[in-house]
């Protein structure tokens, strides 16, 4: 079965620094999302992306945030100044016409 | 807006007892329900969805949920626990045509020996 592939499973950075965070969608799929958990806490919304731009984000996705889909098969997360708050475990999804989301195994994110 | 509500952030229960983790919703619009396992150190995997056909739906593992919009709940169960099922549930919803899957706060499942 198709599954959704998150690279790094572990990212370790500095605050201050940006971070990547890269995502590969199940191929046919057309929607496509980041969620984040922090340690011990809910799931939470981050972005959606459609049609090669963004749908709907959250008041967490501030301009620290972006999303990109460089090319036909990455999804990618970039927060450009970290900080410790930013640590968490990020999810990315994505879905078809009235699916439901598929995960990948996340990357935790950990800002020293 | 949509929201969920899930009732009892911690669900103690014997091995071979029922579950019932319980969701309630909240939507303007015919919803889309999901519920979540998460496992330690590992993503969400789907259990199970409901999309407007029949009420009640089964999923994976020996889990089902019942819609009720009357109650509008959707809630989680599963006759005979195991040790395996010991896990985080969440349960979401998304409007139909939406673009936000919107989670509970979830709910961890202990189940003892």
């Known amino acids: 079965e198709p599954e959704v592939t998150q690279t790094p499973s572990h990212q370790v950075t500095q605050m201050g620094q940006e971070v990547i965070l890269r995502c590969v969608p199940i191929s046919n799929h057309l929607y496509f999302y980041w969620y984040r958990q922090i340690l011990g806490q809910k799931v939470e919304f981050l972005v959606s992306f459609y049609n090669n731009e963004i749908s709907e984000k959250s008041e967490i996705f501030d301009d620290q945030f972006s999303v990109e889909r460089p090319d036909g098969s990455n999804f990618t997360l970039k927060i450009r100044s970290t900080k410790l708050e930013d640590s968490a475990m990020y999810f990315c999804?994505?879905?078809?016409?009235?699916?439901?989301?598929?995960f990948g195994n996340g990357t935790r994110l950990t800002v020293t | 807006a949509q929201s969920v509500t899930q009732l009892g952030s911690h669900v103690s229960v014997s091995e071979g007892a029922l579950v019932l983790l319980r969701c309630n919703y909240s939507s303007s619009v015919p919803p889309y329900l999901f519920w979540y396992v998460q496992y330690p150190n590992q993503g969400l995997q789907l259990l199970l969805k409901y999309t407007s056909a029949a009420t009640l739906v089964k999923g994976i593992n020996g889990f089902e949920a019942e819609f009720k919009k009357s109650e509008t709940s959707f809630h989680l169960t599963k006759p005979s626990a195991h040790m395996s099922d010991a896990a985080e549930y969440f349960c979401?919803?998304?409007?139909?045509?939406?673009?936000?899957?919107?989670f509970g706060a979830g709910t961890r499942l202990f189940v003892k020996a």
């Open positions: 999804a994505s879905g078809g016409d009235n699916s439901p989301l598929h």
């Open positions: 979401a919803v998304t409007n139909t045509g939406g673009f936000k899957t919107i």
